[in-house]
């Protein structure tokens, strides 16, 4: 019996050891405060309304530049700073237009937007026959002689039966980043490719295209086309393969200008020298107000020290709050962040970034080494009552990638992600399309993982 009774003993003393009491009610008031007092969902109503989409090197991503360094200056960090950066500057100018023509006098309009970086089309537009494919295998196998001089169709879906949809995203991207210095090769003089939603919808899905190493004068015309729009396209040329397809565009790209990233820090009160980041990209496309992509991500890292000091929580390691630009279309923040990053020798302990949306959020990904993973998964317990404790290895976020050492961890905000693609790059990604209560679990979550790295640190 008194065997007994000091095995019992020492497993209480055990368990409040691993998983101390008060972690558990630190992260219960970083719950009642983020449902309660967060400032996110106000701060994304004024930079998705009043600023609106904020393409690199446009003058709404200059003015949330200005408006976010105020905020942070409000919020009362330390410091408050700009980082200059050069960002490429592309206009998509006036609306595009598009139809299918299936005989002289019967025409349908259809809905399509250009890619990221595309050229624009003669001022009347190109029309030529199509030629559906669905990999880019289909343009070796047909050849020059069925490709020269037609549009050039990608109509392969994001694939359905995957339940994380950012792996259907990456499965079926390569159409939209390549398709147009793929398809120039056999003599194409335009693309359209399948908006990667899996929603049947009217909207295009814009987003970066690339033409490689292809001269100025070999560049096509490329564009996305809805999901709707392309299911119309493809029965309607099961039934008259020479229909023709129209489509203008008057996009133009300029030399590249001077942007900021925006950084904000508080010095940790025990060890100032090591940093934890937490940021979102500030940038998003023209063609939304980029609420979700990625307006949610800024908004929740901003709101993390207000939430801190709500709750009189004084952290160890310095909070830095970093909000990059040009995520979409070069990731030029990221890369000028990690260079002076790397002259100064900063010591960055643990990354995360918010880049999948304000769904409710259902746990984090990271990049770390085992025994850092390990000492992750024992708080996934602190997380359940909350249902976010979906805590996998293995990635984080495009702008953190470069800052990982093999010691450190960088870790991703995982929402629910289905949902996310009827959104991402589209005219409908505003801010009506974010649930206030979603957006602040998401906060809650970040803010509750930081917490736990700053008091615990890592191995």
């Known amino acids: 019996m008194i065997m007994k009774r000091g095995f019992f003993v020492c497993l209480i003393l055990f368990s409040l050891l691993a998983f101390p009491q008060n972690d558990k009610e630190t992260i219960k008031k970083i719950f009642d405060t983020c449902m309660t007092e967060s400032n996110s969902y106000q701060m994304l109503d004024y930079l998705s309304n009043e600023i609106g989409g904020r393409l690199s090197g446009s003058l709404s991503a200059e003015r949330a530049v200005e408006w976010s360094y105020s905020e942070l200056q409000k919020i009362g960090f330390d410091k408050v700073w700009l980082q200059e950066v050069m960002v490429p500057k592309w206009v998509r100018g ?35 026959n199509v030629i559906e494919v669905s990999a880019f295998e289909d343009l070796k196998k047909l050849g020059k002689k069925n490709i020269d001089g037609k549009i050039v169709f990608f109509n392969r879906p994001m694939q359905a039966n995957l339940i994380n949809t950012f792996l259907s995203y990456g499965e079926a991207v390569d159409q939209r980043l390549n398709g147009a210095q793929e398809a120039v090769k056999y003599g194409a003089i335009g693309v359209i490719v399948r908006s990667l939603n899996l929603r049947l919808d009217d909207f295009p899905h814009t987003g970066v295209m690339s033409y490689g190493s292809l001269t100025q004068s070999k560049k096509i015309p490329a564009a996305a086309i809805s999901t709707n729009s392309a299911e119309k396209l493809s029965r309607l040329l099961k039934l008259n393969p020479d229909l023709k397809f129209l489509l203008r565009q008057q996009c133009r790209t300029f030399e590249d200008v001077i942007s900021n990233n925006v950084i904000a820090e508080i010095k940790g009160s025990e060890f100032p020298n090591e940093i934890i980041l937490v940021g979102g990209h500030l940038d998003s496309w023209d063609i939304g107000d980029g609420a979700h992509d990625d307006g949610a991500g800024v ?59 304000g769904f409710s959020p259902r746990g984090f990904s990271f990049t770390c080494n085992d025994s850092n993973f390990s000492k992750i998964q024992s708080w996934i317990k602190l997380f359940e009552p909350y249902l976010i404790h979906s805590f996998e290895k293995g990635g984080s ?28 790059h ?23 993982i930081i917490y736990l790295f700053d008091k615990y640190g890592i191995n």
Request: hydrophobic residues 40%; charged residues 25%.
């Open 94 to 128: 006036p609306k595009e237009f598009a139809l299918i023509e299936t005989e002289p006098g019967v025409t349908f309009d259809v809905d399509v937007c250009a890619l990221g970086g595309s050229v624009a089309t003669p001022s009347v537009g190109i029309k030529s």
């Open 299 to 357: 908004v929740q890292s901003m709101d993390i020290i207000n939430i801190f000091r709500k709750i009189n929580y004084v952290p160890k390691r310095t909070i830095r709050v970093v909000l990059f630009m040009n995520e979409e279309n070069g990731l030029r923040g990221a890369k000028k962040y990690f260079e002076i990053s790397k002259q100064k020798n900063l010591n960055h302990v643990f990354a995360l970034e918010s880049d999948a949306g």
């Open 397 to 424: 976020g495009a702008d953190i990638s470069l800052l990982a050492t093999g010691k450190n961890v960088l870790a991703g905000l995982r929402p629910d992600s289905q949902r996310y693609f009827s959104y991402h």
């Open 426 to 448: 589209a005219a409908n990604d505003k801010f009506d399309a974010i649930n206030k209560r979603e957006l602040e679990l998401g906060t809650f979550a970040m803010a509750s």
